[in-house]
């Protein structure tokens, strides 16, 4: 079992930045990629970002490109998200995910372990 512990999130303004973490721990496997997510109130669950084990591989949804940068430690199992010129509309609940196998995907099924998740608000 794997367990996910994000950390980060809060309240900002517009235009601000956060930096959200999320912690692996238990039984990962040797190479695994890692990915975030968002789910605002009444939206379904979105593709934020994911980046493979080396981290040579990194993938980011259109909404959130050249804003966002996705990175790790695997010395440390993990993940970083950090959120730059934020807008209202990246008001979230901001989840980590692992996908035990090493590609990138942006479909949320295809991951295989969840956090609980870190709420983002960013007040206009």
């Known amino acids: 079992q794997v367990q996910l512990v994000e950390s980060g999130g809060g309240l900002v303004q517009a235009g601000g930045s956060l930096r959200l973490s999320c912690v692996a721990s238990g039984r990962t496997g040797s190479s695994y990629t890692m990915g975030w997510f968002r789910q605002a109130p009444g939206k379904e669950r979105e593709f934020v970002a994911a980046?493979?084990?080396?981290?040579?591989?990194?993938a980011y949804s259109d909404s959130v490109k050249a804003r966002f940068t996705i990175s790790r430690d695997n010395a440390k199992n993990t993940v970083y998200l950090q959120m730059n010129s934020l807008k209202p509309e990246d008001t979230a609940v901001y989840y980590c995910?692992?996908?035990?196998?090493?590609?990138?995907?942006?479909?949320?099924?295809?991951?295989?372990?969840w956090g609980q998740g870190t709420q983002v608000t960013v007040s206009s």
């Open positions: 995910a692992v996908r035990r196998l090493n590609s990138l995907s942006v479909t949320h099924t295809n991951y295989d372990y």
């Open positions: 980046i493979t084990w080396s981290g040579s591989g990194a």
